[in-house]
């Protein structure tokens, strides 16, 4: 029997294969663990990009007086839902990502536009409360929590650090609060909320300046100037004293398309509030009908997108054009609030 015997070139070549094969076994490790990260980012930016449900306007009024309706105060219903959205800006999947500087926060595009144009309703819907809604004439004291309200909710939407946009707009949230609270409990006489139509009829001019802005650029995305002019109100040429129509460019299509998103998402709840609180001013004018055609409209341009893209058809292709279908909801809705404000101030 002999011994089985081993040659130098056995002995050197056994170690480097066995080292090989844990290389391959680590870098295989390696490429799963990574692969496995990359699906987890991209399914995050995909959840943190879907728009937030809609909420309940009086149920969240009811939370702050524990139920009770009779308990409600005029504006209560407004204040709470302006409330509500800037907390929704906080509170939704992923937070408030405009400032976001790690994954995937730091690549999403959609949801930021979309913060952008929510965080312009709410602006403009706490501007007037300060300046509208809470003074019964030129001469009224301002109240303070309004005042801090406006100046924290307009903090920079991009910073990140010292102080953070989400610190700076808590505070305004919690001024707010303080206002509501004060509104409530009726022991504050700078803490007022005035439901007359002429009040609302200036809010309204306000939003019809945004309706049209957003309903121009979206159908500025087709190069086709009478189709723009259809479905913006009042729809001109340079020559009748309108500016000059300028094309929106093909990698901003789908900013302005989410930014008009977020911002119509946010005025819907307004309106609803609105509604509520200016019932029998509304009621008075014979404007319901124009108030509930806004609400239909902006609810068709919140609907659920199921497109993982906004795609820009061109005319009657085989495409279609996310961007027309949304101007021609805003537009309408464009038109109702003129004529709403029209009711408001004549009739």
């Known amino acids: 029997m002999h011994a089985q015997s081993h040659s130098p070139v056995d002995v050197l070549q ?18 799963a663990g990574i692969g496995l990260y990359a699906a987890v980012v991209a399914s995050t930016g995909i959840y943190w990009s879907f728009q937030p449900a809609p909420f309940d306007v009086k149920t969240v009024a009811l939370a702050q007086v524990g139920g009770e309706a009779s308990q409600l105060a005029p504006g209560a219903v407004t204040v709470s839902t302006v409330e509500q959205v800037a907390r929704t800006l906080l509170e939704k999947p992923g937070g408030f990502l405009s400032n976001d500087m790690s994954v995937p926060g730091i690549y999403l595009d959609n949801m930021p536009n979309w913060e952008y144009g929510a965080l312009k309703e709410v602006r403009d819907s ?37 102080p953070s946009t989400e610190s700076e707009f808590r505070e305004g949230i919690e001024a707010l609060e303080r206002y509501l609270a004060s509104l409530l409990r009726a022991d504050d006489n700078s803490a007022m909320f005035f439901v007359r139509a002429d009040n609302l009829a200036a809010y309204l ?11 121009q650029r979206l159908s500025a995305s087709v190069d086709d100037a009478e189709l723009t002019a259809a479905l913006v109100a009042g729809g001109g040429s340079a020559s009748e004293g309108l500016p000059e129509r300028v094309k929106t460019p093909w990698q901003e299509v789908d900013d302005v398309f989410f930014e008009a998103r977020g911002y119509a998402w946010a005025l819907l709840h307004m309106f ?15 404007a319901m009908a124009s108030v509930q055609q806004v609400i239909r409209d902006l609810e068709g341009a919140t609907v659920r997108r199921w497109s993982p893209v906004v795609i820009n058809g061109q005319g009657f292709g085989i495409l279609a054009n996310h961007s027309l279908i949304l101007a021609s909801y805003l537009a309408r809705a464009n038109t109702a609030v003129l004529d709403l404000r029209i009711l408001l101030q004549q009739g």
């Open 14 to 31: 056994k170690p480097a294969i066995a080292s090989k094969r844990a290389w391959t076994r680590w870098s295989r490790l390696a490429l």
């Open 126 to 162: 706490l501007r007037a409360i300060r300046n509208d809604f809470s003074r019964s004439q030129t001469q009224s004291i301002e109240n303070l929590n309004l005042r801090k309200a406006d100046e924290f909710l307009n903090y920079n939407v991009d910073s990140w650090i010292l």
């Open 205 to 215: 001019a306000v939003v019809e300046k945004r309706l049209g802005s957003y309903a």
């Open 272 to 286: 609803k509030a609105l509604t509520i609180d200016f019932d029998h001013v509304l009621r008075d004018k014979n």
